[in-house]
């Protein structure tokens, strides 16, 4: 039981998991990217659309990545070089996806492909409750395992990660030790932006092999209010992210159950839980505990005169 | 060494700089000397690539370069030290001193390198945490991570943009020290500040500024503190005045008790910190900048709330009270930009004016505005004040920093407050206009109001003041009088330590 719920719980958790992420990125360099949800429908159909064609599996990761860093790197593009509105800019991506995907997608409803299966990873699948939900899974899910680690060594033992969080904190102080700002911040938002298209693609690819309309359903928002919860680190985004998968999880466990409890309260449940993180978490903000990039959503001009 | 030739630079509507040329040789302190809006710190920029200027050339060892980013420049071996530093106070120390060092292997051993950092550190006899958050450090330390920042790097030539701003007469001295080693090493050095004291002490040449253009290079026995200060004002009067040795009362009008002050990070800006301002008493506040001085100023016009404690005005209570805002008035320095305190920089002088007092009936009818009594008001105050206002109408970003602080003034005393806080009033204003602010208060006093005067210069303080408190770390060291103490006595107290 314990198993089968964990088990729901990582691969609900996911597709979160790598939006949240590639929303790190995004926000770390000092650009705050509030398309992650058209971000996440455009890989989900750019990935599906890829393997239904190709066959391949890969191939739809691939495409999925490009097609996601393609419409990110427009928001970078923007923010960055015409340091143009935010928001504005982020929104209007968010409302792209949604409209190009409903358009492009029509063709594929209906469409099946085989998704990603298990590989099961000998020995460590063989401990006991943690081993099956963590190690009997699909490829993607090893990837995102992968990605939280090296995104944090990366930010931390690097020279480019000091160089892309100096940016995000203080563009000025970067620019005068010879980074070059523009170039960093467009390049976290391009690929942070196909990090969080590879999320989109789990959805088409491995949780329900088809494409759907709207078939992120608001997890890129959900994302969104992660970074905030995990404070820009990527080892708490995977604990957040699996917070949400397990919410997720439990609600369905509960539907299958047959309680008496409305199936649209039940379904509520993610982003009620959304609310009140963003609470917590701007309670903690305010008390001091920032860990927030000091220049999120400022546009860097260097002849700005301060 | 570098040649700088008929440089011009110019943002939208403003010429910051018109045609400045001058040289640096190797091994030279060369010192910029300039009121604010001069262009001292556009110029530097252009130096260190930041700004493009639109026309002349710089020359380094006689071949023109471009400094297109700070890169370029860095490469050329040009760094500085910004007046506001260029630190990330969420990192350590090691990683933003890391950040600034070139020529670094993608992998490398943090703790070799840690070494190489450290014995640069001891070098300078300093202490130095490298594993602790910048934002801890005092802004002194702060200031000493941004010079070696430039010496790991090797510069060839260094920028210090007011460096003793931040520092204690004491620590002062020891950067001179560095400095004067920095020389012999052959390095050349471009010094800016506002002090006369300083200025006179480790140039070699100075060239002063002014209006963005370069009036003259003077070699070293060629100027004096007189002939500096009169080729600054240039033909601009300087307000004649004496300081009167007026009776204190024994009235009370403020009193602050046990005021804390948190700010952003949940830490401490003031803590405990008690005062008593006297009628007619200009009390200075001396301490190196950073150690709570704005925090103060900024409870007590109101822009911050108390965490704890209270403020008095005889025996009412007016911590949170609105009242608050017609019992004490308040004016800081005029940054460079013009843009942050005290004004809406793109709003019209007489707007300026009447902001404080927008609601009185005398500058409405019902609930529209009474244009004609506005305009009014303005000349009345243009008059008084002696501003240099420009057309009607003009916004008053394009006033220059003296006729900017004198519209603040002129808006801050109409309603006849009892207390005046004066943060940094006179820094970066030219002489006369400096003269001016300081007998604004000195009249004020003779009136009856009190000035609680922040600065950061100590001769300003010893000169005006009748009483001079110390703060050091959000705490009040203890009070001197100015008559009977000494730079150094005031200094040791400025690092925490002599409290008499």
Redesign the interface.
Known sequence: MVEILLDATVRAGTPILFATLGAIINERAGIINLGIEGLMLIGALAGFAATSLSGSLLIGVIAAFVAALLAGSVHGFITVQLRGNQIVSGLALTMFGIGITALFGRSMVGLTIAGFERLTIPGLSMIPVIGKPFFNQDALIYLSFVLVFAIAFFFYR???G??L??VG??P?????????VNLYRFLAVSIGSGIVGIGGAYLSLASTPMWIENMSAGRGWIAVALVIFASWSSYRALAGAYLFGGITAMQLRFQAMGTTISAHILQMLPYIFTILVLVISTVRLA??A??QP?SLGQPYD??D?? | MLQIEKIRKT?PGVVALDSVSFSIAPGEIHTLLGENGAGKSTLMNVL?G???PEKGQILLDGAPVTLN???DS??LGIG?V?Q?F??????SVF??I???L?N?P?F?SRKTLKKKIGNVIREFDLDLDLDAPVWRLSIGAQQWIELI?LLMRNCRLLILDEPTAVLTPQESKRLFIVLGKLKEQGKSIIFISHKMREVMEISDRVTVLKKGRSLTTLQRGDFDEKRLASLMIGEDQIPQWEKQTHVVDDDVVLQIENLSVHN????SDLENFDLSLKRGEILGIAGVAGNGQKALAEVLTGLKTATAGKILAGEDDITDSTAKRSYIAGIAHIP??RKSIGIAPDMTVDDNLIMKSFKSRAFRNWIFQDRKAIRSNAEAKIDQFAIKAGPAGNPVRYLSGGNIQKVIIARELSERPAVLVALYPTRGLDIGSAEYVHKVMADGAADGMSTLLISEDLDELLKISDRIAVMFRGRLIGCVDPLKTSREEIGLMMSGEGAP
Request: charged fraction near 30%; proline fraction near 5%; charge should be positive.
């Open positions: 690097t020279r480019w000091l160089a969080r100096t904190e203080n000025a102080a970067a620019d005068t030790c010879g980074v070059p008390k001091g920032s860990q000091e260097r002849e005169r301060k | 943002f260190t930041l700004y493009r980013s700070p890169r860095l490469g500085m910004h506001h260029m630190l990330v106070p969420a990192h990683e933003n890391l950040l600034a070139d670094i993608h490398f920042k952003d990070r949940g830490l460079e930009d």
